[in-house]
């Protein structure tokens, strides 16, 4: 059994965090684990960009965190699992919902969806939103989450995005000291050593690779990489997993 059930990946937009979400899920699912993956973002919901085969739009995460009382039952009712991988299960908004469309929810509920999740699945990882003070559930999931994966790219918004978020999450509840820190999507061209060197402690890289651009563009992420470099992201999504769920 894992040490640690629930995970928290976020940074700032464009990092990575759902790719990362996505194949992380996969590759647990791929041992035989049951895994839930949340996908937070309500203000562009990645449902349909993960899954845009699918009419997804009899399930939202909306409806089961506007419910009166969350519920297993409502939980599992707006679960998607798709049948060449029944170990892996989505949660999130689908096209069109938004921010609005719901009305708000508190922590304690996000809190008690949580509780809950923990009961359904041997993971549960939370694709949390960028500007997560906007998003309840991100903001909750920070905060109990056993492991939080933090992501950094090397582009001036992502200095723009730490320089905004990070006072607020050094508050003490969001454990921020032992968050794993990871370099993601940068490109041989960026100034990769002077990001590292800002942002301090990063534990792990992950490049842009040219095979993960062309999965986004196929719709395709939650495939398995067949390149070179794409095995090499996977050699280090083990290393990572492997870190972030068990002491």
């Known amino acids: 059994m894992p040490n640690k059930k629930v995970l928290a990946i976020w940074g700032s937009p464009n990092s990575g965090k759902t790719l990362l979400s996505v194949k992380l899920a996969n590759f647990l699912s791929q041992n035989r684990k049951d895994v839930i993956l949340v996908l937070c973002d309500s203000f562009m919901p990645m449902l349909p960009v993960i899954l845009p085969q699918l009419n997804t739009e009899e399930k939202s995460l909306g409806k089961i965190l506007s419910d009166p009382e969350i519920s297993q039952d409502n939980i599992l009712l707006n679960c998607i699992t798709l049948k060449k991988n029944s170990y892996l299960t989505y949660m999130g908004y689908h096209k069109g919902e938004n921010v609005l469309t719901y009305p708000d929810y508190n922590n304690a509920k996000a ?19 960028s500007y997560f003070t906007t998003d309840t559930l991100s903001m909750v999931a920070l905060e109990r989450a056993d492991s939080v994966i933090r992501l950094g790219g090397c582009r001036l918004k992502d200095l723009s995005c730490f320089a905004s978020q990070i006072p607020i999450i050094a508050d003490r509840r969001y454990n921020s000291e032992n968050h794993i820190k990871v370099l993601s999507n940068f490109k041989d061209n960026e100034p990769i050593s002077e990001f590292k060197e800002i942002y301090q402690d990063i534990r792990f890289e992950l490049p842009n690779i040219p095979e993960i651009e062309e999965q986004f563009a196929t719709a395709s992420i939650i495939e398995g990489l067949t390149s070179i470099e794409g095995k090499g992201y996977e050699d280090i999504l083990k290393i990572i997993a492997k870190e972030a769920l068990y002491e």
């Open 111 to 129: 809190t008690d969806f949580i509780i809950q999740l923990r009961h359904l699945a041997d993971y549960i990882i939370f694709d949390c939103t």
